[in-house]
């Protein structure tokens, strides 16, 4: 599975983003995908993620009430709608895709991330 993340960009806090994974392969739909991101000089940490079958979604609390992480299989892509952006929310964000939906960096494939930069 390749994996290219878009979508990202400049934004005023308090705004929103859609950040689109777009996936290759024909394994996609078995996956589940999460949404990662890393700010400059800090960790990478788990932002969203979602089951195969979209049924079971998992966020991280800061962002938990501002982001949604949906996806169409249909179209082979994951997407992750950002809302009431806040400046704590730059950083470059990355998807990635494992068999189980898991909040720790254990998944197998990883796409290019894609720079967010929320303004104050």
């Known amino acids: 599975v390749q994996l290219q993340a878009s979508g990202g960009g400049l934004v005023q806090a308090g705004g929103s983003l859609r950040l689109s994974c777009a996936a290759s392969?024909?394994?996609?739909?078995?996956?589940?995908l999460g949404w990662f991101r890393q700010a400059p000089g800090k960790d990478r940490e788990f932002v969203a993620g979602i089951t195969w079958n979209g049924e079971t979604t998992l966020y991280a609390d800061s962002v938990k009430g501002r982001f949604t992480v949906s996806r169409d299989n249909a179209k082979n892509t994951v997407f992750l709608q950002m809302s009431s952006l806040q400046p704590m929310d730059t950083a470059v964000y990355y998807c990635a895709a494992a068999w189980v939906l898991v909040r720790t960096d254990q998944y197998d494939y990883w796409g290019r991330g894609t720079q967010v930069t929320v303004s104050s």
């Open positions: 392969g024909r394994s996609f739909s078995r996956y589940a």
